[in-house]
Structure formats: C-alpha cells, structure tokens
C-alpha cells in the first residue's frame, strides 16, 4: 500500500531538547516536504526536497533542518525546540515538483512546553 | 508571498443540504487542488484543476477552475456526515510549489 509514514504521531517536549520527526516513503517519489499547520494559517511548507542531498527552505524554514541521504526519507529536525513551534507537522511526497498526486502523512501533534 | 483566502473560514448545515466555498488569491495560478482533511489525518487530494474554466467532478464533488484564474470553486451537494472535515485549496504557479490556502471547516448536522 502506497503510504507515507510519520513517526511519532504524538510528542510533548520541553523547550531546547533536540527532536527529530521522521517521514518515510515507499513510493520512490522524488519530491518530498515538511509543512506546519497552524489554525487560521493552513499549511505552510517549512522545507522541501527534490530529490537526494537537495533541500531548500520552504516559507516558514526558521528553527527547523532537514536532510534527505536517502529517497525514501526525510526527517525533521529541531535542534532547539520552542513553544512557538508547538504545531501539527506533515510530511508530504510527490513524484515531482510539478505533479500534484501530493500524498501526505498522518501528522505528528508536537506540543513544546 | 501568495497567499490563499478561502471563503466561508467554517459553516454548519444540514445532511442533504448543498455546500458552496470558493478560495481567491491576488496572483494568478496554473494549477488548482482541492484536499480534505479529516480529523487525526493527513489532507487528501479530492480534484486537481489545469485549465482556466474547467469544470471537473468527482461524485458529489464540483470544482470549478475560475476564468481569471485568480480563484477557484468546490461545490458539494447533498451533504452527508461523512463530508465532515476541513477543506482546503491550493495553488500553483509554473515552477513554484504549491501554496495552501486557510480552510473552510465543515460541520454537517443531522
């Protein structure tokens, strides 16, 4: 089954420990991305990757890294976490930029205190 | 940066009734989608737009791609509990990634 898988789904965190979210796809899908969704804002890509080793910052980048070593993941790292990053994150993953079959996780809930 | 209104930010109706949102920008856009998202889940594509004017269908889903290509339509008729959700467009110019707009929250009372 085509899927992209999120991990965790839940996670309270105090502010400044690292965390990492990890996206998996099994898709062989190209492009992949990291959004936020906040109420009243919508989805806003954080960063995105068109393919291994190539990454670029979304809308909202500040606070947050990424790395691609291999296709089928892309995980989201917060070296620092703050309350204002306290958020519904998905990951996201398309067979290209321009191709709009996006496929998108279940979210993971991060509550930063 | 482009940004997306969507129009009504959340509505309550009756099962049966039919359902109109739309979702403007300032900027002109190549692709429209429309996505649902239900509670605990990721957005899920509902119907992709490519061309100004087109009209597309998907069950009791319509969306309509506006002729300015400034805005864009989803009609939903004869509403049922299961359409309960948060809906939302996004658009795309040619070389840029998509952009999402607020959300329409639809509650469906029985």
């Known amino acids: 089954e085509a899927q992209v898988t999120q991990n965790p789904r839940y996670l309270i965190t105090v502010t400044g420990k690292k965390l990492t979210v990890t996206c998996s796809q099994n898709?062989?899908?190209?492009?992949m991305s990291w959004y936020r969704q906040d109420p009243g804002l919508g989805l806003r890509q954080i960063y995105y990757?068109?393919?291994?080793?190539?990454?670029d910052k979304g809308d909202v980048p500040e606070g947050y890294k990424v790395s691609r070593k291999e296709k089928r993941n892309f995980p989201l790292i917060l070296e620092s976490p703050s309350p204002n990053q306290t958020s519904l994150y998905f990951c996201?993953?398309?067979?290209?930029?321009?191709?709009?079959?996006?496929?998108f996780g279940q979210g993971t809930r991060l509550t930063v205190v | 940066g482009q940004q997306l209104n969507q129009s009504p930010q959340s509505m309550f109706i009756q099962e049966g009734e039919d359902v109109s949102m739309n979702c403007t920008s300032s900027?002109?856009?190549?692709?429209w989608l429309w996505y649902k998202q239900e509670p605990g889940e990721g957005p899920v594509l509902l119907i992709a737009?490519?061309?100004?004017?087109e009209l597309t269908s998907n069950g009791r889903l319509t969306a309509q791609f506006g002729i300015t290509r400034k805005d864009s339509f989803l009609n939903i008729s004869a509403s049922i509990p299961s359409d309960v959700g948060i809906y939302f467009c996004?658009?795309?110019?040619?070389?840029?990634?998509?952009?999402f707009g607020p959300g329409t929250r639809l509650s469906v009372l029985p």
């Open positions: 996201a993953s398309t067979p290209g930029q321009l191709n709009t079959e996006a496929f």
């Open positions: 898709m062989n899908h190209e492009y």
């Open positions: 990757s068109m393919n291994v080793e190539v990454t």
């Open positions: 900027s002109i856009f190549n692709t």
């Open positions: 737009l490519y061309k100004a004017g």
């Open positions: 996004a658009g795309q110019t040619y070389g840029q990634n998509f952009v």
